[in-house]
């Protein structure tokens, strides 16, 4: 199975100079934990509910004023939409990571894949319940 046939598609992203605040309201109403930053429509980062409330709020920045460049995820792991769900859930294996952006071939962001996509999207339990396992471990911090 392919990434294309189980990611999300048409997700909306954000802009580096967003305030944390915007960028809380905008994931609130989509109802989505996590937005790509793009920046003159290259994916420059991630930005998640958890990256506002550890980096931003729990150090006592303002969310008003603090832009979303300053708590987002730079160090980017990511798929293309062509690729095996295999190769993407073996990443996130790896790296920890509970969400990937997924690209086209002309490096377009296209969509996002994610652990809960894996488990609901596929027909393979084993693979959705591994990933969600080694993901969930604990001793590293889970990233984007």
Known sequence: MKLKDVMTKNVESVAP???LKDAAEKM????VGVLPVCENDKLVGMITD?????RAVAEGRDPNR???????????CYCFEDEDVEKAAKLMEERQIRRLPVFDRNNRAVGI???GDLATRTRDDYLSGEVLERVSEP??????
């Open 17 to 19: 100079e967003t305030c």
């Open 28 to 31: 609130r109403s989509l109802d």
């Open 50 to 54: 958890r990256d506002i409330t550890v």
């Open 66 to 76: 603090e832009s979303v460049r300053s708590a987002m995820t730079q160090d980017l």
């Open 113 to 115: 894949v994610s652990v």
């Open 139 to 144: 001793g590293q911090q889970p990233t984007a």
